[in-house]
């Protein structure tokens, strides 16, 4: 790359972590593609199987999307025998969502596909330097904006 292209732009933080994701980004979804997941999807899976069930308000909480858009991506792993909902004892509006075997199977295969992925993209860092990384990207997106 010419640097002499970005100048100005590459010395904000925000233009090298949007340049980052998007190789990050697209070497996911191809990776992801492998298992007929999406980032969201494989993200959704991975919480439910991780915590049985959480209920689809949680879940859209945990993955910080809207309510209302969480119920396509369920209905998508439901019907592929991923997940299923199950009502909430004493909650007819809340429902668990329980991982299915397969889901669970996939989970794990995909995520050792992910870590096979973060493994070949960030080889030039450290492991003490992802550690780094990941603890600061933390840091930025629990600040509060301002609106």
Do not use: C
């Amino acid at each position: 790359m010419n640097d002499n292209l970005d100048a100005g732009v590459s010395q904000f933080i925000g233009y090298n972590m949007k340049r980052a994701l998007t190789v990050v980004q697209a070497d996911l979804a191809q990776v992801l593609a492998e298992f007929g997941l999406r980032a969201v999807s494989y993200s959704a899976l991975l919480v439910i199987v991780r915590t049985p069930g959480i209920s689809q308000s949680d879940l859209a909480d945990v993955l910080r999307i809207e309510k209302s858009n969480l119920v396509q991506l369920i209905d998508e792993l439901a019907n592929r025998g991923l997940v299923t909902r199950e009502p909430v004892p004493g909650d007819r509006r809340r429902h668990a969502l329980i991982p299915a075997k397969a889901g669970i199977a996939l989970a794990e295969a995909a995520t050792r596909a992910v870590q096979a992925h973060e493994d070949r993209v960030f080889a030039a860092l450290s492991m003490l330097e992802r550690a780094t990384l990941v603890h600061l990207l933390r840091r930025v997106w629990a600040m509060p904006v301002r609106a």
